[in-house]
């Protein structure tokens, strides 16, 4: 059996535009994103929980129709809310990681990017060689703009750990949509299925059908034939 990772990958030009989008479009209709294999971290659970409770329709008995979607401005207003008790407790531990991290992941559930990447930046100064919060705040730069310091920092996490797949996938979302890179892509997602054995069924598929998509958009028959026998016989 040959290893999908070995699959070769042709050297074309990067995606024109219309295939960029039609991979955005596969990508929202698979559901995923920057931070997809990370959904599971007990973190990120918890703070996307509080952030749902606390823009929860209103029931016609709170005098608002039922069935009222928060705008941006009324769910960032209501992360300062819940950002408050946290930031308090900072300000006699400043340097406190986890209560940084905590407040970051309020802030990059409710769309203020910059101040989510403020603040895994003052949790990695305490605690630099974390990657799963160099992870999260790469996801953050991204969401804000800054694609170069973005790839910068998932490359610094692969340095400490070459095998994170987190880091790995996120690296290959970038790659592809912010670079227009499908090789790059492609080299990072099966870098990840070689080096993560253990990666769920459901999250090794999703891998596998993000690198067949690219290299059908690329028109490389042979690799996605490679692919598609890999994962049958994995």
Known sequence: MTDISTAPVPAMP???????????????AVGLGIGYLMRGSQLAALSTKSV????????????????????LDEMRQMADKQAAPLLEKLKSNPNDSSLLVQVGAIYHTTHRFKEAADY??????????NVAVRTKLASSLYRNGDI???IKQLNRALAFDPK???ALFDLGMIKLQG???????????????KTNPQ?????????????????TMMGDQHGIETARRNNEHE
């Open 14 to 28: 990067t995606l024109r535009a219309a295939q960029v989008y039609a991979m955005a479009a596969f990508c929202l």
């Open 52 to 71: 749902a409770h606390a823009t929860a329709p209103t029931t016609a008995a709170s005098g608002k129709p039922s069935g009222h979607r928060p705008s």
């Open 120 to 129: 895994y930046t003052r949790a990695l100064d305490t605690d630099p060689r």
């Open 148 to 150: 170069e310091g973005a």
């Open 164 to 166: 994170d797949a987190n």
């Open 179 to 193: 670079k227009s890179d499908p090789k790059g892509a492609l080299a990072a997602w099966q870098r990840l299925l």
């Open 199 to 215: 990666l769920s069924p459901e999250r090794k598929a999703t891998v596998m059908k993000l690198i067949a998509t690219v290299m």
